[in-house]
């Protein structure tokens, strides 16, 4: 059903740019102006991918555990892995791309834990210049304008074509972004949409306030949009009606996605909730106007306001002033801290970074444009809470999110020693050069190297999401060593540093390229399935959940602000680190689980630290650095 829904949606977008192209009298959006012409994604030859797994798993295993993997990758070359790989590639020329709808099912909606840290990253805007309320309400109105202003060149499609270096890169996800909305199902949830060339586009915002949630028009009777001033009467008119804390019902949507589903069922037995849930479904994105904000020690500011934006803090903090199946989330705290949450099913964090680095940019404007007319005043959503198990289900949803808050171990930290200039003056990639911190890190802490992920944009595709960067290497693991050996030259850790950097640096040129292994595995897998054949053993193998049991998950975002992403951990285990390379800092979000005692995240981040330093003295005493 959300296949079809979405594939009618997609074939719907792809009508109207050819219907702006044979019309003649509207331009093609310039946003969509390469759409067509982007190469579809590849179905990479199938030994490239065994090969390039032998070398990524091997780090991981023992001398015998890899001699039997071996085996298992042998006997999978001559059966079954062609007859799926053969499957794999009729679909690729059937689909405009083989992964999409697959990496949406299996990566987000058939996934039943929490959103809430498990899947929905926070982001952390640069402090804002604002100490009361009604600042923090200027500050509001100004960043929905700044976000009008960004909405109109998505509707209009006037956005540029973002490219990686030379490359195009698909623009979907803009187009998605600002109409999207997760409904829990009680096995596998849907996604909503009401795209801008509808015939009745969302035209409203959700403010939420104490808990309560309110429709707040955007535009006036002529489509005008409301100027800063106008939407800042509104926000005040919301703020009054809203004075007492509500029941949190917004914390439902931080449950685990199953028990969601059934009091999301319970809710929609009621015509006034039914009401209420499209006005939040078909909204434009959710604002948080946040009462609360709990004290910081100082210099721990920064990672206070990402909690904030990551889980609202709890129960008693802002946890359920949010709607955490919107896609996008702002959140306006106290005291000047600010950001968002999205939700992940149709976005990567790039694109919402762009709207974030547009909304700081407009925040420093002034707005002079005129008033809207007929403007209505902002509707409260009604919610009756007529069952008690819906009463039941809100008292377990507090007792839940207190305890995930607290089980998060979340800081965020800027390295101010250097930024990406200097491993660039080393003629190195900058990203390459930190996952390698990373790697060293993690070696210092467990003497042992884990399996890592890194986002690797295919948006060079069509409809392209993303592929898995093993960071994890035969060389990454070799520097590690030879970093921590007293015994070796600095000389030799320089050349085992330059090694690793350049193995990675290879895999993400491929990886980006379409040539991954980690989705072409899933995809032998999944066409195995959806053909009633077996699931391979080499998905069963040990190696195969080892190297998929990321003990680290990294993403870089970069932003022009200092801006920084935050995301939970991907395992009990593990760490998640997300960072901001700027030209002479960078910006890091560590997550770590309490639940865990092996991982915190203030020890990872000193051993970052500490391999930044070591990988920069190692650089600036080898040769290669004084030539
Ligand atoms: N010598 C000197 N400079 C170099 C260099 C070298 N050997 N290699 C790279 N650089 C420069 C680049 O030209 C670039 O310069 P710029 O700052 O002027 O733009 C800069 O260093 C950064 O390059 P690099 O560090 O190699 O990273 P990248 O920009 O190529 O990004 C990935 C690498 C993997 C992060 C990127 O390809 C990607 O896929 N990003 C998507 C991430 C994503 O989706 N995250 C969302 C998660 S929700």
Same mark, same amino acid.
């Given at each position: ?33 390469v ?29 015998e ?7 298992i ?18 679909r ?38 604002? =100490? ?31 490219k990686?270096?030379k490359?195009?890169? !698909? ?7 600002? !109409?999207? !909305? ?29 808990n ?17 001033e ?10 009054r ?14 449950e ?30 959710v ?6 904000l709990p ?23 802002n946890?359920?002033?949010?709607? !955490? ?69 809100i ?45 060293l ?47 070796? =030259? ?15 640096k ?21 066409v195995?399935l ?22 680290i ?24 680190v ?14 770590a ?17 500490? =391999? ?12 290669q650095?004084?030539?």
């Amino acid at each position: 059903m959300l296949r079809l829904v979405r594939a009618n949606w997609i074939q719907r977008v792809s009508c109207n740019i050819q219907k702006m192209q044979t019309d003649g009298k509207l331009f093609v959006g310039r946003m969509f102006s390469v759409q067509d012409s982007l190469p579809k994604l590849p179905v990479p030859p199938l030994e490239q991918t065994v090969q390039k797994y032998l070398r990524t798993v091997q780090p991981l295993l023992s001398d015998e555990e890899y001699a039997n993997t071996l085996k298992i990758v042998k006997d999978f070359e001559k059966d079954p892995g062609p007859k799926l790989q053969n499957l794999l590639e009729k679909r690729a020329q059937r689909e405009t791309n083989w992964l999409s709808d697959w990496w949406m099912n299996t990566a987000y909606l058939d996934f039943r834990q929490p959103v809430t840290v498990n899947v929905s990253p926070g982001v952390v805007f640069p402090k804002q210049n604002y =100490s009361d309320k009604e600042g923090q309400l200027r500050f509001t109105a100004k960043l929905i304008s700044g976000l009008l202003s960004y909405k109109t060149m998505i509707d209009q499609q006037t956005l540029p074509v973002e490219k990686m270096g030379k490359q195009s890169l !698909c623009m979907m996800q803009y187009y998605k972004i600002l !109409c999207g !909305c997760r409904i829990p199902g009680r096995k596998k949830d849907t996604w909503v949409c009401y795209p801008p060339d509808e015939a009745n586009p969302p035209r409203h915002v959700i403010i939420a306030h104490n808990n309560a949630f309110f429709s707040m028009d955007l535009y006036g009777s002529n489509n005008q949009p409301l100027n800063t001033e106008q939407l800042h009467v509104q926000l005040k008119h919301v703020v009054r009606q809203s004075k007492e804390v509500e029941t949190p019902i917004g914390l439902l949507t931080t449950e685990n996605r199953n028990k969601w589903a059934k009091s999301y069922e319970l809710l929609l037995k009621d015509k006034e909730n039914k009401v209420s849930l499209s006005e939040l479904h078909r909204s434009i994105c959710v604002i948080c106007v946040d009462n609360q904000l709990p004290d910081s020690a100082a210099g721990e500011e920064e990672s206070t306001a990402a909690r904030m934006m990551l889980h609202g803090g709890g129960s008693q903090l802002n946890s359920a002033n949010r709607w !955490c199946d919107k896609t996008l989330q702002f959140i306006v705290g106290k005291n000047g801290v600010c950001g968002l949450n999205y939700e992940h099913t149709t976005a990567e964090g790039p694109p919402i970074i762009s709207i974030v680095d547009h909304i700081l940019d407009y925040c420093k404007s002034e707005d002079k444009s005129a008033p809207a007319p007929d403007v209505k005043a902002p509707r409260k959503l009604k919610f009756n809470i007529t069952f008690p198990e819906l009463k039941n289900n809100i008292e377990e949803a507090v007792e839940n999110i207190d305890s995930m808050v607290k089980d998060v171990d979340l800081n965020v930290f800027k390295f101010t020693e250097y930024g990406k200039n200097f491993p660039k003056s080393q003629k190195l990639s900058p990203d390459s050069y930190l996952q390698m911190a990373f790697q060293l890190a993690y070696f210092r802490l467990y003497s042992k190297p884990c399996a890592t992920y890194e986002t690797a944009s295919l948006r060079q595709f069509q409809l392209g999401r993303t592929d898995t960067i093993r960071s994890c290497s035969i060389e990454s693991f070799e520097f590690s060593k030879g970093m921590l050996d007293p015994a070796v =030259s600095t000389q030799k850790k320089a050349e085992l540093l330059r090694k690793a950097v350049t193995g990675h640096k290879n895999y993400v040129a491929e990886a980006i390229k379409g040539q991954g292994i980690d989705r072409h595995l899933l995809g032998l897998k999944l066409v195995a399935l959806q053909n009633n054949m077996k699931v391979p053993t080499l998905h069963m193998d040990m190696a195969y959940s080892l190297s998929s049991h990321h003990n680290i998950s990294t993403s870089q975002v970069p932003a022009k602000y200092e801006a920084c992403l935050v995301f939970g951990p991907t395992v009990p285990d593990g760490y998640g680190v997300c960072y901001n390379p700027q030209e002479k800092q960078i910006i890091f979000g560590v997550s770590a689980f309490n639940c865990c005692p092996e991982t915190v995240s203030m020890k990872f981040i000193d051993s970052i630290q500490q =391999s930044l330093r070591d990988m920069k003295a190692v650089l600036e005493g080898s040769i290669q650095s004084k030539l």
